[in-house]
């Protein structure tokens, strides 16, 4: 399995320098070959390359490798458009958002991430230091630190390329590491995982992780930006930003604490894990004015990732099922009826009478679902007549 590894580097004041010259010269060249390739319409690796490899050299000052990685970034770029406007998610082709990204060339920032093989930068795990490619030459022994955990996996799985990045001042290497995937054990039984906004997270075993700290969080936030944004000075500005960001960290810490804590439960009672399959779920729900700010804010994607990685790498069974009618449905006789949720919180069948948390009982139907689905997914493939 895929996994990566943030290391914070330590450079002196002189590898400063380099490493920032370095960003901005490997961006700049980006943005020339997004230029080329959006006015040729040429995306593939290999025919841009040809286009524009002597200029990228000659005029940028890189070297022979990193002008590759410059092209290869370029081309990511724009398969990852691509895919982002098969899948609708910058709206149809009349909107703004569509038409301003198919109206003009990629755009990098000056200090934007940049990929580098091992080529351009090599490690030195026993004594935690590298050695990498910059426009003023080979910069070597620049020190870097992390967790325990972080550095063993480092030096024991690090495989392919590392991306160079700054952010906030503090300059980071993050390496992709490639880990043996865990034998994953056969479930005695599941845990049905309901996401929401209210509730983060009900399992069917009953424990409710709560979003009323988050969701009073997240207006505080909202004022104090609004504050600083009246303001309109260049330090208010670089303060929103700052927020903004300690916002993101806040509720990617809590999706962190909560997925390690169901998956800890579901490894040591011998479950799987089961949550519902979400996608789309923006475009197919209308709110009201005052509901929209908590819903786009709403991170159920990455928790349904922690969930999935966390597990895979216990060994735990996950598996994503269909959540239609998952509030609505009654775990006992089956009855599916709106009315079944007369509020947000409760659930009443009005066949059978079962009564509970809305929230308990869409974790036990995500559970029941799971028990179905895993029969076919585990279940031997036919052979051919």
């Avoid at 390359?49 to 490798?65: E, I, R, T, W």
């Amino acid at each position: 399995m895929k996994l990566v590894v943030q290391v914070k580097l330590l450079p002196s004041p002189e590898q400063v320098a380099a490493l920032e010259a370095t960003l901005r010269a490997c961006n700049r060249a980006a943005d020339h070959v997004s230029r080329i390739a959006f006015e040729t319409g040429v995306r593939d690796r290999n025919g841009l390359q040809k286009l524009v490899y002597a200029d990228v050299k000659a005029a940028f000052g890189l070297s022979a490798q990193p002008a590759v990685r410059v092209v290869k970034k370029v081309v990511d770029a724009y398969s990852a458009l691509a895919a982002s406007l098969k899948a609708g998610r910058l709206g149809g082709p009349s909107s703004k958002r569509y038409r301003k990204a198919v109206g003009s060339p990629a755009v990098f920032r000056p200090e934007a991430a940049q990929p580098f093989d091992d080529r351009c930068l090599s490690w030195q795990t026993d004594v935690r230091t590298v050695s990498i490619w910059t426009v003023d030459g080979r910069m070597r022994g620049i020190p870097y630190t992390g967790s325990a955990d972080q550095l063993n996996t480092l030096a024991g799985y690090r495989k392919g390329e590392s991306d160079l990045v700054r952010r906030g001042g503090k300059w980071f290497l993050i390496a992709t590491c490639d880990l043996p995937d865990p034998e994953v054990f056969e479930p005695v039984d599941w845990v049905g995982v309901d996401r929401g906004i209210v509730n983060l997270a009900t399992t069917s075993d009953g424990t409710n992780y709560q979003g009323r700290r988050l969701a009073r969080y997240r207006p505080w936030q909202a004022r104090k930006r609004a504050e600083l944004q009246a303001k309109r000075t260049r330090s208010a500005t670089r303060r929103m930003a700052r927020r903004a960001k300690k916002e993101q960290r806040h509720a990617t810490h809590l999706n962190h604490g909560i997925s390690k804590e169901i998956v800890s439960v579901a490894q040591r009672t011998g479950r799987g894990i089961a949550v519902e399959l979400l996608d789309g779920i923006r475009d197919r729900v209308r709110l009201r004015r005052d509901q929209r700010g908590a819903f786009s804010s709403w991170r159920f994607h990455q928790l349904g990732q922690h969930l999935a990685y966390k597990a895979k790498m216990a060994g735990v069974p996950f598996l994503e099922v269909d959540a239609a009618y998952t509030s609505q449905r009654c775990p006992r006789c089956g009855h599916t009826e709106k009315a079944n949720r007369p509020d947000r919180d409760h659930f009443c069948c009005r066949r059978c009478g079962l009564a509970g948390p809305a929230d308990h009982v869409a974790g036990v139907n995500v559970r029941n679902r799971a028990r179905s689905a895993w029969v076919f997914v585990t279940a031997p493939v036919p052979a051919p007549a």
